[in-house]
Structure formats: C-alpha cells, structure tokens
C-alpha cells in the first residue's frame, strides 16, 4: 500500500464519485473502496501510478471523453445510453437497484411508486428508471445518501439507489428500510474514452486477470460481508 516512489512513473488518472460506499468512499481524507482497489491492481499491472479524480457522478463520462480523466469507475452500470458516448470494459460486479422506504411506509414493492416522491442520485440510472414512472416526482441528489436523509424527513416517499450502497445508507438512517423485491438487475463496468481502444484493451485483460487469480473476489470480500 502506496509509499512514496522514488521511480517515475506515468500516471492513470481514475475519475469517480466518492459518495457511492462500498465501491468508493471517503476514509478520513482517503478515498478507499472496491473500485479503488479494482484500479490499483489494473495500474500495477500496467506499471503506472493511480490518480483519482473525485467528482460528481454525472461529471464523470464527460471527464472521460474529454480526456480529463483515463477511464471512469464508479460502480457505473453498463448502458446503451452511455455506450454512444464511451467504451465499457468487460463487467466486473452484478448489482440491482432498490427501493429505499421509511419502515411504516405502505409502498411494498416496484408497483407501488405511481403516483408518489422518489429520491434519486442524479444521472444514475436509478434517476432513469424512475423518470419513467407513471405521475411520480423525482427529487435528485448529488449524493445518494442525501436523498436517504430526505427520506427520513418525510421530504419524499421512497429513494431508488444502487443495492450495495443502499445498505451501507440504511444502516446510517434509523427508522428506514430495504424492500425485498429489487428495482432492476444491472452489471458494473469501467468506462474508457471510445478512441483509447489500447487501453480498453489493457483494463480488460487486468479483469480477466483478477478474476482469474481469485484477487477480484478476495477484493469484495474485503468489502462486502454476506
Ligand atoms: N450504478 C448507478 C449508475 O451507474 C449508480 C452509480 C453511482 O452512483 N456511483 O448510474
């Protein structure tokens, strides 16, 4: 773990949002979390230095594509959308959307979001999902726990977040809970510029190898306890 190096080495600027805990989050002044690890590995297989850049989570695409930043990871799911603009990596992580209520609210399951106040993380793809619901109002957040914060101030009826962090949030804001029926099923990947195909390339084999060494499943381990 890091040490300051005396050799020079180029650097691979990461673009993320720090707010999306167990993929990357602050620790003290440290930005830590299974994305982070997952691009340390991929830099020491290059040999390069890892720079992480942390911005708002609709920021990150256009970091990328402008060359701000070398790839994106941030627990982004893999969509058709975002395809027009950047390349995805192979997938790396399985993960859902959820349905955030207050314990007493009587919204039991995806059916019941008609018509009511849902909470999202802004351009996520559960602020997507959401803004196809029938009559629903959509209130977006920069941060996904601000709208769980929301939430228990009866501000709106129900958030819609990524699985992993939903946990991570509910444990933090008493009185709130995870439906049992999931939103959607999605898959993460890592987002790289769509003329950087070398790189693409680079990250992918730096996937297939830490899935191959187990190193990919000893890192979420670290991470996520089930
Ligand atoms: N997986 C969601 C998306 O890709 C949210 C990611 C995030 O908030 N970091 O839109």
């Not at 992480?52 to 609709?58: G, K, R, T």
């Not at 060359?67 to 994106?72: N, V």
């Not at 849902?118 to 996904?144: C, F």
Request: glycine letters at 8%; proline letters at 2%.
């Amino acid at each position: 773990e890091g040490g300051d190096s005396t050799e020079e080495k180029d650097t691979l600027v990461m673009a993320t949002n720090a707010e999306f805990p167990p993929y990357e989050y602050y620790e003290g002044q440290d930005i830590v979390g299974i994305d982070v690890d997952i691009a340390n590995a991929i830099a020491d297989e290059l040999g390069m230095e890892l720079k992480i850049e942390d911005m708002a989570f609709d920021s990150i695409i256009a970091a990328v594509t402008s060359g701000k930043a070398d790839f994106g990871a941030a627990g982004m799911t893999v969509d058709p959308d975002r395809e027009k603009e950047v390349n995805f990596t192979d997938t790396y992580a399985e993960a859902t959307q959820v349905i955030i209520v207050n314990e007493d609210s009587t919204i039991a399951g995806p059916d019941d979001l008609v018509g009511k106040k849902i909470g999202v993380q802004l351009g996520t793809t559960g602020d997507m999902y959401v803004s196809d619901i029938e009559d629903a109002t959509v209130e977006r957040y920069n941060k996904g726990f601000e709208a769980v914060q929301a939430l228990t101030q009866d501000k709106i009826d129900a958030v819609v977040i990524d699985g992993e962090p939903a946990k991570k949030f509910v444990e933090s804001a008493e009185g709130t809970k995870i439906l049992d029926e999931a939103y959607t099923q999605e898959e993460y990947a890592i987002v790289v510029a769509k003329d950087n195909e070398e790189l693409l390339e680079q990250i992918n084999g730096a996937i297939a190898d830490l899935k191959e060494s187990g190193k990919l499943d000893e890192i979420v381990a670290k991470y996520i306890t089930s």
